[in-house]
């Protein structure tokens, strides 16, 4: 598919495709990341296309980060890996590429490397509520005596689900953890359902914001099992996101960040 083809592709679901009118708007605070597939069904020999990009507004196309940002990257479709996928940077998207010679669903993930840096007093408020920060997060930083600089890294991680002609060859992967820190799955209890881990493992009580092609997003919780259910009345294509905060042993050490999204095309309301 030709750079041409694949901006149609992509202004034709932001046009045709939006979440229900239930949503309510969440503030777009900083750059969103996410994985974004030139169609979310493909046919066998195609060429497959998803890019990676960062943007203020779910599925802008943005900024694309360089391949030297990348510290995990990975295609599987059908149960089996795929090695022979190429990255190419372009002005606004880093785009994966591959050949679909086999028929099932596909999970495709990447993650960058961890940057870090200091956040400037005057900007440390507006950065703490970039990343969602908790209010135990915030006294922790604003206790401190002085107005010192608020140290931070981050990483992130972004997943997507795709189909090859039919999304049920190889659909266990989708219940399955890739290794990122921080990552969603699908739950076996719906089609809707998904689970947030934290290093392989349920995370509970976390904020989760879903979001649809029209920039709106929709806040929930995950539950003490780590699930996060998207109503019946949402629908087309998605993004699920969740930043998960670790506080340093002293409240003047490094506030990292890990901050993950899953972009799909949710199931038909039944």
């Known amino acids: 598919m030709t750079n041409i083809s694949l901006k149609l592709f992509r202004t034709r679901i932001l046009a045709s495709t939006v ?4 949503l309510f708007a969440v503030p777009a605070l900083a750059h969103q990341t996410f994985l974004w597939p030139a169609k979310f069904m493909w046919q066998s020999g195609d060429k497959v296309e998803v890019a990676l990009t960062s943007a203020l507004a779910f ?20 149960g089996k890996k795929i090695d022979t996928f190429t990255l190419a940077e372009h002005k606004t ?56 600089a608020l140290n931070r890294s981050y990483n992130k991680h972004t997943k997507t689900f795709i189909c090859v002609e039919t999304c049920t060859g190889g659909a266990d992967a989708k219940y399955k953890s890739v290794g990122q820190k921080l990552e969603f799955v699908a739950s076996k209890t719906g089609d809707r359902d998904f689970v947030l881990l934290l290093d392989g493992k349920p995370l509970a009580g976390q904020d989760v914001v879903i979001y649809g092609v029209d ?10 099992n780590g699930l996060v259910k998207i109503d019946h009345a949402h629908t087309g294509v998605a993004m699920l996101t969740a ?3 670790t506080l340093p042993a002293k409240p003047d050490g490094v506030y990292h960040s890990d901050y993950t999204a899953l972009t799909l095309k949710l199931a038909h309301a039944h």
């Open 215 to 224: 920039g709106k997003g929709a806040e929930t919780v995950s539950d003490a």
């Open 243 to 245: 930043v998960w905060i």
């Open 19 to 22: 979440l229900a009118a239930t």
């Open 59 to 78: 599925p802008k196309l943005e900024s694309g980060p360089g391949k030297d940002r990348i510290a995990f990257s990975s295609a599987m479709v059908a």
């Open 93 to 148: 998207y880093l785009n994966m590429e591959f050949q679909a010679d086999t028929a099932g669903f596909g999970v495709i993930a990447m993650s960058s490397k961890t940057r870090s840096g200091a956040i400037k007093p005057e900007d440390s408020e507006g950065y703490l509520d970039e990343i969602g920060a908790s209010d135990t997060v915030r006294k922790a930083f604003n206790d401190l005596p002085g107005t010192p």
